[in-house]
Structure formats: structure tokens, C-alpha cells
């Protein structure tokens, strides 16, 4: 099976930080990548499909890009509704696999 | 209004069985391909299974051979049948749809329900 692995675990961010998320898959996975933002008690809320397609809705501060086995999220400049846990996901062969997770907190 | 909500949830002994549901609004879950996904106390998110529009069923290795996913068409309702129940399979199971975002891969879990939890301890 693939592993993704997210790092960092844990991040310290302002309002108004740029800041960078990196999801790594244990082998190629092309382009089938998503991103998550969860906030406590609440469902996940997909952000991010194929990489780097923004779902509906989702405000433009937010972009992913990478393919193969490395993949970032960007948040261009952090604001207070972003604080929160975010997890990458692939899909590959029938299985869909998250990463562990990234958790934005207030520095 | 798009919409999944989810019950059944509860505390049950290991080994026993529990039987979710996922009630669909605004769509129709035959149509789609919907999936279970569970999140155990303070951890990730861990994909549990799928049942494809054409009606193929996949499961992750965790919970193969005691889950079973299916769907009742008349009621818009996907479901799914836990037996043998462990310690290990306490979480809160959400139901989502996959999308193919106008492919023919189903990457991505684009509408989530609000989840229930399900709880197995003696």
C-alpha cells in the first residue's frame, strides 16, 4: 500500500504568513492528490482535488501543485478561519490513503 | 440542499455488530460512488470503503471480511454492516461521496457527512 507522510506534524504560523504544507507518497501516484482542512468536532472539507484543482468555493489564498510522489499545499497569506488540522490524500488502485496530518496553530 | 447524515452509532461490546446508515439528500447515492471513512479519538482520517454506482465493493485490509458496504436505492441510503467488532475500530465513521470531478477516477471525497461516533468497549 502507499504511505503518505506530511511534514510538518505540527506548524506556528501569524495572520498573514505565507505558509507551506509538503505531503510525500511512498511511490507515484501522478497527480490524483487532494487536500482536506478540518476543524475540531467537524467534518473534513475538501480544498484541494488533483493536485492542484481548487475546489468550489474555496477562497483563491489557498494552492497546491507538485505530481509523482511530492506534493505541497500553499496558504498565501494565513487568516483566522485557517487554523486548523489539514491531510493530504491519494487514491491509487481501489485504495484511498490520508497523511497524518498537519496541524496550523495560532504562533 | 446537498447533504449526508449519518446514524447509528454507539457503544456496542467487542464483538458484537452495529449497523450504520447514511441518508442522501440532494443527490442520488446509486449514481455515485460513496464511501465510509472513519477517524479514531485525537488521529487521522482512515479510508474503510467503497461501493462504486455499478455496485463493486472495496475495503481496506483493517476491516476486510467483517465490514460490509451496500446501498438501498429506494431509501437514497448507503449503509454499513460491522460485525466482529474490536477495541481498535472505536471512531467517529463519516460517510462521503467520491467525485471524479468530470473524470472516470474517483480521487477525491468532495461532500462529507457530520459523522457518528461508534464505540467498542466492554
Known amino acids: 500500500d502507499i504511505q503518505m507522510t506530511q511534514s510538518p506534524s505540527t506548524l506556528s504560523a501569524s495572520v498573514g504568513d505565507r505558509v507551506t504544507i509538503t505531503c510525500r507518497a511512498s511511490?507515484?501516484?501522478?497527480?490524483?492528490l487532494a487536500w482536506y482542512q478540518q476543524k475540531p468536532g467537524k467534518a473534513p472539507k475538501l480544498l484541494i482535488y488533483k493536485a492542484s484543482s481548487l475546489e468550489s468555493g474555496v477562497p483563491s489564498r489557498f494552492s497546491g501543485s507538485g505530481s509523482g510522489t511530492e506534493f505541497t499545499l500553499t496558504i498565501s497569506s494565513l487568516q483566522p478561519d485557517d487554523f486548523a488540522t489539514y491531510y493530504c490524500?491519494?487514491?491509487?488502485?481501489?485504495?484511498?490513503?490520508f497523511g497524518q496530518g498537519t496541524k496550523v496553530e495560532i504562533k | 440542499e446537498v447533504q449526508l447524515v449519518e446514524s447509528g452509532g454507539g457503544l456496542i461490546q467487542p464483538g458484537g455488530s452495529l449497523r450504520l446508515s447514511c441518508a442522501a439528500s440532494g443527490f442520488t447515492v446509486s449514481s455515485n460512488y460513496m464511501s465510509w471513512v472513519r477517524q479514531a479519538p485525537g488521529k487521522g482520517l482512515e479510508w474503510v470503503s467503497v461501493?462504486?454506482?455499478?455496485?463493486?465493493?472495496y475495503y481496506a485490509d483493517s476491516v476486510k471480511g467483517r465490514f460490509t458496504i451496500s446501498r438501498d436505492n429506494s431509501k437514497n441510503t448507503l449503509y454499513l454492516q460491522m460485525n466482529s467488532l474490536r477495541a481498535e475500530d472505536t471512531a467517529v465513521y463519516y460517510c462521503?461521496?467520491?467525485?471524479?470531478?468530470?473524470?472516470?477516477?474517483?480521487?477525491?471525497?468532495?461532500?462529507w457527512g457530520q459523522g457518528t461516533m461508534v464505540t467498542v468497549s466492554s
Open positions: 461501493i462504486y454506482s455499478g455496485g463493486s465493493t
Open positions: 490524500q491519494q487514491y491509487n488502485s481501489y485504495r484511498w490513503t
Open positions: 462521503a461521496r467520491l467525485s471524479t470531478f468530470g473524470g472516470v477516477i474517483p480521487d477525491a471525497f468532495d461532500i
Open positions: 511511490q507515484s501516484i501522478s497527480s490524483w
